[in-house]
């Protein structure tokens, strides 16, 4: 059989049209996307079909039912979102990649409310006018961090941005050079503070930065000092900083602020849970940082966003700022945020209640017992696998707590029939959309970062793979 006729038995697309699965398919997806995936799926099959050769053109069959089956998927991954849902199995509790920290499921009917409905945005009940979207936030913070007044925009280093160019444009801010941190995509406090239009004036060495080296580089031209938790790494060895406190006792710094970015906000001391001590927001205000700036998203447990607490009359300034306009957050972020920050009011139920601070509190005795579950429901599958528990570490991510090594079980799988890279591609890219990793030719998944209810999806996905 030539290309010519085996070309001629490609079905038209209204032949196409009038398959009782592709009418099915219409009536529950948009015609133009179904016409769309019509002709796309019958050009590459006709194209396929002139690249053949002499040899593969006799075994060549044009089959209906694949042709329909294959418009049908076409359609489907046309309309689904781009943005899924996916099981993290990395053990990487605050993972970039996939979203940073998940939202407490107590957030969940506040975010309904708000988002599929009319609210008091930018609207005050009690006295029948315009408010201000920032108001919402403004009480429990103060609450929880004991600070004078605040200011919310879309992430920390909008924060940031927002900070320098209200507090140091056209002036000089004095910060330590074993200080200047770069966060995710490259960003550089450096390059940051340039944007707000403030002069950099590194004091110091990488590793040690004295007193002095602070009253060195005052002059008229200073506008802040500005100090910078580095949360992504640690300067180890022989090393020494100077404190908040320590600069707020210097009578030659009384009249310039004192701004720090503690990058991942935090609220309550993890090193009563066994973490590494991690300086809390409260701390730097009791410390006497004018202004603190924090991710409400990381160790928080929120949505993104970037969190100014500090005195009123520095965040009055910012909020006149026409930068803050831009920077401004949505009736998602404040409902996201409002909610999560409730739960802190008891510090017992947001260890339990947030997600982020509950997998980083995990008891090893938990995990095991999580991990036994997930290892019995794999093996009760039969498949062709080495499949073990083993002891194994987590992380917390998202630039936190680096040096923190979590103890944490793991379930290993080792295909018999098939390699471990390509059971890594079946999961990520299976309806659920598992996120593991490989290591040692095994495929790993960390039970620390997966709920119980997600088992199920994992032992359906394992089955069809090795099926």
Request: charged share 30%; hydrophobic share 35%; proline share 2%.
């Amino acid at each position: 059989m030539n290309k010519g006729k085996i070309l001629s038995k490609l079905p038209s697309v209204d032949k196409v049209l009038s398959n009782y699965k592709i009418e099915d398919l219409l009536n529950n997806y948009p015609r133009q996307l179904v016409l769309e995936s019509i002709r796309e799926i019958i050009e590459l099959k006709r194209k396929e079909i002139i690249n053949l050769d002499e040899d593969s053109l006799s075994l060549f069959d044009i089959k209906e039912e694949t042709l329909v089956d294959d418009i049908i998927n076409s359609t489907k991954n046309k309309f689904q979102l781009s943005i899924k849902r996916v099981i993290n199995g990395t053990g990487i509790v605050i993972h970039t990649n996939l979203g940073r920290s998940k939202l407490s499921p107590k957030v969940k009917e506040e975010l309904i409310q708000i988002g599929f409905g009319y609210s008091n945005l930018e609207y005050n009940l009690s006295k029948g006018k315009r408010g201000s979207r920032y108001d919402h936030l403004v009480d429990i913070i103060k609450r929880l961090t004991g600070a004078e007044d605040v200011l919310i925009v879309n992430n920390n280093a909008a924060a940031v941005l927002l900070v320098l160019n209200t507090m140091a444009k056209d002036g000089e801010v004095v910060v330590s050079r074993g200080e200047l941190v770069e966060v995710g995509g490259s960003f550089r406090i450096s390059s940051i503070m340039e944007i707000g239009s403030g002069r950099l004036v590194e004091v110091g060495s990488t590793n040690k930065t004295h007193i002095q080296d602070y009253k060195d580089a005052i002059s008229e031209n200073t506008k802040a000092i500005m100090k910078v938790h580095t949360s992504n790494y640690r300067i180890l060895g022989f090393t020494e900083s100077v404190e908040i406190d320590e600069l707020k006792r210097q009578e030659e710094f009384k009249d310039i602020p004192i701004i720090e970015d503690l990058g991942s906000g935090v609220f309550i001391d993890l090193s009563k849970y066994g973490l590494s001590y991690e300086p809390t927001v409260i701390d730097s205000i009791k410390k006497g940082a004018d202004v603190v700036t924090f991710s409400g998203d990381k160790m928080l447990g929120g949505p993104q966003a970037g969190i100014i607490v500090g005195k009123k009359k520095y965040i009055e300034k910012m909020k006149k700022n026409q930068l803050t306009r831009a920077l401004r957050v949505d009736k998602m972020t404040i409902a996201a945020l409002e909610a999560t920050l409730r739960i802190y009011l008891d510090e017992e139920d947001a260890i339990k209640s947030i997600p982020t601070l509950r997998m980083i509190t995990y008891s090893i005795e938990e995990l095991e017992i999580k991990a036994t579950i997930l290892l019995s429901k794999i093996i009760d599958l039969n498949i062709d696998a080495e499949v073990e528990k083993e002891k194994g570490i987590s992380q917390v991510g998202g630039g936190s707590m680096p040096l923190e090594r979590l103890d944490t079980y793991v379930i290993t799988i080792k295909p018999n029939k098939f390699s471990v890279s390509y059971l890594e591609k079946k999961l990520r890219n299976s309806e659920s959309h598992i996120i593991g990793r490989i290591n040692e030719d095994k495929y790993i998944l960390d039970v620390r970062t997966i709920e119980k209810d997600e088992f199920d999806f994992i032992i359906k996905e394992l089955k069809d793979i090795f099926n």
